[in-house]
């Protein structure tokens, strides 16, 4: 027991819990139906469908970051299941407002991709309704929205 919490071992995508920087904050997918942190978790999801859906959805969800064909992006190749608490920094909409996007407690696919000839990034981050590309300094400094929209 961990703080009255069981100590997670065994999750829904192969992750080994043991070696999770979260295993003391999460309530562990297997034991929530893919829901750990209170709220969906984008690979469980898929997985209700089975590997193949997974591995489809992933497939079609770099095909459409790749479609956007953004200047100075690298390839997308490769997605990772991010918590919405790392990847969900504050964007300054046209009116001033600073904004966030994500939930904190869902789990998303993601990535961060290096801007070419640059020390500036790109993050890149979806669910199964939207996807979102933004450009930031170190730690999501100067965020800004390059493509926010639906992509199913």
């Avoid at 750990?36 to 992933?58: H, M, Q, R, Y």
Wanted: aromatic share 10%; hydrophobic share 35%.
């Amino acid at each position: 027991m961990n703080g009255g919490r069981i100590k997670m071992t065994k999750s829904i995508c192969g992750v080994d819990c043991t070696k999770c920087e979260l295993s003391n904050t999460c309530n562990g997918c297997t034991e929530t139906k893919g829901r750990p942190f209170g709220s969906e978790c984008i690979v469980a999801l898929c997985l209700k469908d089975g590997e193949n859906a997974l591995c489809e959805f992933k497939k079609n969800l770099i095909a459409a970051f790749n479609e956007l064909n953004i200047q100075d992006m690298e390839l997308v190749t490769n997605l990772n299941a991010l918590k919405g608490s790392f990847i969900n920094i504050k964007y300054p909409l046209p009116n001033g407002q600073l904004v966030k996007f994500w939930d904190d407690n869902k789990i998303y696919f993601g990535n961060q991709l290096h801007k070419k000839d640059s020390d500036r990034c790109y993050g890149i981050v979806a669910d199964e309704k939207y996807l979102l590309v933004a450009e930031y300094g170190e730690y999501g400094s100067n965020a800004e929205v390059i493509v926010f929209k639906r992509w199913r």
